[in-house]
């Protein structure tokens, strides 16, 4: 066992975690924050999305230790307690959720988007989006969704 030290959604935790567990295993099984999902377990759906230092990284190609030391942000930081996010609030309107699997890792790729590039172009925000998998409602209505969040985020509205 190795002990690593990081701040999960502004908490500092000191954790015990194997050499091959995943960042995805700590933060589901030991943190107990579900709202970061288990898809494919290979890098490809997106569903495990989490902020690492600001940039979206798949939780679960990562292991625990390459995360000592680092931020850590999960979805459950993006809108505390019944408060939605701007985007989760823009997605509900646009009708671009339906199961909500991939949503999670959505926000926070748009989010870090947004944070770095306030008024990134539909070809810019389609490129952030590339590594998340939608089955449900395609893509048309999540991209119309994240424009409507950055138009807000500029009239504060």
Request: proline fraction near 4%.
């Amino acid at each position: 066992m190795l002990t690593i030290q990081l701040t999960i959604n502004g908490a500092a935790h000191r954790c015990e975690v194997s050499p091959n567990t995943t960042l995805l295993e700590l933060i589901r099984d030991d943190m107990h924050l579900t709202g970061t999902k288990r898809g494919c377990d290979q890098g490809h759906c997106g569903a495990c999305t989490v902020l690492l230092d600001g940039m979206p990284v798949n939780a679960c190609l990562m292991l625990a230790v390459m995360a000592d030391g680092k931020q850590v942000e999960t979805i459950e930081a993006a809108a505390p307690g019944t408060k939605k996010h701007a985007l989760q609030q823009a997605l509900i309107e646009e009708g671009a959720v339906q199961c909500g699997f991939c949503i999670p890792g959505i926000v926070l790729s748009a989010t870090a988007l947004l944070e770095e590039r306030p008024q990134a172009s539909r070809p810019e925000i389609r490129e952030a989006l590339s590594g998340n998998l939608c089955r449900c409602t395609g893509y048309s209505r999540i991209i119309a969704a994240v424009e409507k969040a950055q138009e807000r985020g500029r009239t504060n509205g």
